[in-house]
Nanobody
Framework: QEQLVESGGGLVQAGGSLRVSCAAS????????MGWFRQAPGKEREFVAAITWSGDTTYYADSVKGRFTISRDNAKNMVYLQMNSLKPEDTANYYC???????????????????WGQGTQVTVSS
């Protein structure tokens, strides 16, 4: 059974850093592009970052560009989101997702993703 499990969320002060992780199981990880999305209370789920199966291409939302870095380890079936210079507006539930054979900018579209995790909460205090 395909499963994505996020971890690493928590409470951090503005300006601080946090790394969230996503462990994949039950799927051929190297066939999937991976994405991170987030959803704040009362708001729609939005794209944050994505990475192709090989890791050679990444995409970022403008709001996080230069502060967040997505990476993956295909040997461990893991994807990571390193978040630096955090702001209170980054507060949200962060979800990882898997997109079979994703390879272009369409990976920014959440409808492209077949599998989703349950999310991990990130709270940034001011």
């Amino acid at each position: 059974q395909e499963q994505l499990v996020e971890s690493g969320g928590g409470l951090v002060q503005a300006g601080g850093s946090l790394r969230v992780s996503c462990a994949a199981s039950g799927l051929t990880f190297r066939r999937f592009a991976m994405g991170w999305f987030r959803q704040a209370p009362g708001k729609e789920r939005e794209f944050v970052a994505a990475i192709t199966w090989s890791g050679d291409t990444t995409y970022y939302a403008d709001s996080v560009k230069g502060r967040f870095t997505i990476s993956r380890d295909n040997a461990k079936n893991m994807v990571y989101l390193q978040m630096n210079s955090l702001k209170p507006e980054d507060t949200a539930n962060y979800y990882c997702a898997a997109d079979l054979y994703g390879s272009d900018s369409s990976m920014t579209n959440l409808q492209k993703y077949e599998y989703w995790g349950q999310g991990t909460q990130v709270t940034v205090s001011s």
